[in-house]
């Protein structure tokens, strides 16, 4: 879903559903905002997008007689104070507003201005902590925490919440350096009976060692592209993969393969397996707009315990083979 819903308004329609399925996630939403509401959450009807003249509210809902609004937004800096309050009739203290930033500068006045008159300012990260803190503080049903649970892993994805609970090991990196020069020199340098690899870096692109959709250091992305050549191909033997790890938050580095859909590139292997990719045994599947073969848990485990550089080599190059052995089996199975 997150891959998928991700813009400003899915996020909002997500919210309003998760809503509108369980009232102890409705109490929850509302009340981050305003704590007066509390229980009578459940007697509130919330509206998704109320208009008024040429303004659009995300949420809108009667508390006790009086008018409420809720504003979301990702990127959008356009804040609606002094807009919104007048056309749909509401003082600061009923008009909240959650954003995936944590800060901005709107008619000449910051968030903290803001918030000093009363406006109910939030993030998408503290409403994630404040659910988080909920599950532990309040008596739930399994299938309440598995709600919140879900809508939470929805969030973390669109707004790309990233939650730290472990202390860096600065010292490890030095790693990133050896694996670099691992890929460069000795892994990704295979003759197979199937299939011979070469490493490719060919330009800027190439070398910054990300996919097409991960090239800047923020995304922790490291890797290299490599050309492949499988021999018992009739035609089109040529393609082009990645290899690399994706480092993970509170979770070992994932190592993976992938190929693109793009012409010339990964393309060829990408039809392949992409007709392969519904079957229960496929160890493939599609993220991001490539195709990807993960290093399992245990062969990771090995891989960092090895005592040598001769056996890590040998272990990165095992995976590589593993992943390239699985496209040619695919590929003479689509040929019987």
Known sequence: ?????????????????????????????????????????????????????????????????????????IDDRCQHFGEYDKAFGVKPERFGYIMNYNDFQWNGLSRKDYAG?????????SFYDYLEAAKTEEEMSEEEQKLILSYQTYLTNVCNIVKIKQPMKLSALSGLM???????????????????????????ETKFGGNWGRVYPEDCVFGRFFSVTFRTFKRNKESYGWFGLYCRANDNPLLRVGF??????????????EPTLKEKDSEWYEDDGMLWFDM?????????????????????????????????????????
Not at 34 to 63: S, T
Not at 178 to 204: A, P, T, W
Not at 260 to 273: A, C, E, S
């Open 117 to 125: 008159r009363g406006y109910q300012i939030r993030t998408w990260e």
């Open 178 to 204: 050896s694996f670099f020069q691992l890929l460069n020199k000795k892994v990704l340098y295979i003759d197979h009976e199937n299939f011979q690899v070469r490493v490719y870096i060919n330009g800027r």
């Open 1 to 73: 879903m997150a891959m998928r819903l991700k813009g400003e308004n899915n996020l909002s329609d997500v919210t309003w559903a998760f809503c509108e399925t369980s009232q102890t996630f409705k109490r929850l939403f509302l009340s981050f905002f305003f704590e007066e509401i509390g229980q009578d959450a459940d007697d509130i009807y919330i509206e998704r997008e109320r208009q008024c003249g040429n303004n659009r509210v995300d949420f809108f809902f009667e508390h006790d007689g009086q008018n409420y609004i809720i504003e979301n937004k």
């Open 260 to 273: 693109d859909n793009y012409n010339g590139w990964g393309q060829t292997v990408y039809k392949l397996i």
């Open 296 to 336: 399992s848990e245990d062969e990771f485990k090995k891989l960092d315990s090895a005592t040598s550089i001769e056996e890590q080599t040998e272990l990165l190059q095992n995976f590589v083979c593993k992943a390239l052995e699985s496209v040619v089996r695919i590929y003479e199975n689509s040929n019987q």
